[in-house]
């Protein structure tokens, strides 16, 4: 760090503290704590849930299209609270060093089936979906003490947000027909898995009430701001022809004018190249934004 940056950071931690009230030269270095919190996403639609409820449209246009039925559906993926563990490293008192993480994951699974009795035709098309997390913040934290009741304190916390997300999403589809009396079958199954990861910011507010000396409560609210892109890996393809094939491949979200349906569906796919042609557009790299409002709560074990 320049000697220009360390003035500069030095001046705004001064004058953050004379606004609080608080003379740095005063205090005294307070020690370590460990935190353990129970954590609530709470994420915006992402390109995930677009694909799956643009399919299961595109499932119903194709049913009205070619007089058939279907049943099933492609869920959305739901979010459980997961926990995360902390550590809290005093800079001066009131002002700290905190670095924290956690991992949790969400998976849905859901199947189509498109029956078209005059025909002889039956289609069943399965989606898994998984979607793994590994959050991991850093940043200072500012916690002041109510004047009206000192056990019970004011915190704020910002810093940067680093997050690795694995992707796997499996397909299988079959379908059959009925050709001069005879059935035929035509299958192919896809398996891919990508990862990426990406730097964002992340902001908390909240309270912490103190009954011990060694012990504390703690409740707060957060914003992240991070959005990840760039999904890179690999699919494995295999058909009713006898093919198989590893790829590597690109996430890729684009509109495409799937089974000439005279309309555009979104579709996230892994694709070697990027897609492109008449029946493709829009077309960028998927992305899944870790953005929103979480909620934290949480005991604190101070050292």
């Known amino acids: 760090m320049t000697s220009k940056k360390r003035n500069v950071s030095g001046a705004l931690i001064i004058v953050f503290c004379l606004i609080l009230g608080i003379n740095p030269h005063l205090l005294q270095a307070e020690k370590i704590s460990f935190q353990l919190n129970y954590w609530v996403p709470s994420f915006p639609s992402n390109d995930l849930d677009l694909w799956l409820t643009s399919t299961n449209q595109l499932w119903q246009d194709w049913a ?13 993926l739901q979010y ?22 956690s991992h949790f994951s969400s998976q849905s699974e859901g199947q189509v089936e498109f029956l078209r009795s005059e025909a002889a035709q039956m289609e069943t098309y399965l989606l898994r979906n998984r979607v793994s997390f590994l959050p991991l913040k850093i940043g200072f934290n500012y916690r002041h003490p109510l004047p009206f009741y000192q056990p019970l304190a004011g915190y704020i916390t910002f810093g940067r947000h680093l997050v690795f997300i694995s992707y796997k999403k499996v397909e299988e589809y079959e379908a059959k027909f009925d050709v001069l009396g005879q059935e035929f079958i035509y299958w ?3 398996d891919g898995s990508y990862r990426s990861e990406s730097l964002g910011y992340f902001a908390e507010l909240g309270i912490e009430y103190s009954p011990l000396r060694y012990i504390s409560i703690f409740a707060g609210v957060e914003q992240i701001w991070n959005t990840t892109d760039g999904f890179k890996g690999s ?5 009713y022809t006898g093919e198989e094939k590893r790829v590597k491949a690109s996430l890729y ?15 996230l796919n892994g694709d070697k190249k990027r897609p492109a042609g008449d029946s493709v557009r829009n077309v960028r790299q998927a992305t899944f934004n870790y953005g929103g409002f979480s909620f934290k709560l949480g005991v604190r074990f101070n050292f």
């Open 64 to 76: 009205t299209a070619k007089n058939g039925q279907t049943s099933g559906e492609f869920p959305p």
């Open 253 to 267: 979200f684009y509109e495409s004018n799937q089974w000439n349906l005279g309309q555009y569906y979104h579709l």
């Open 188 to 190: 192919f199954n896809k």
């Open 80 to 101: 459980s609270p997961s926990l995360e563990l902390g550590l809290r490293v005093s800079i001066v008192e009131g002002l700290s060093l905190v670095i924290s993480g």
């Open 235 to 239: 699919y494995t393809y295999a058909d």
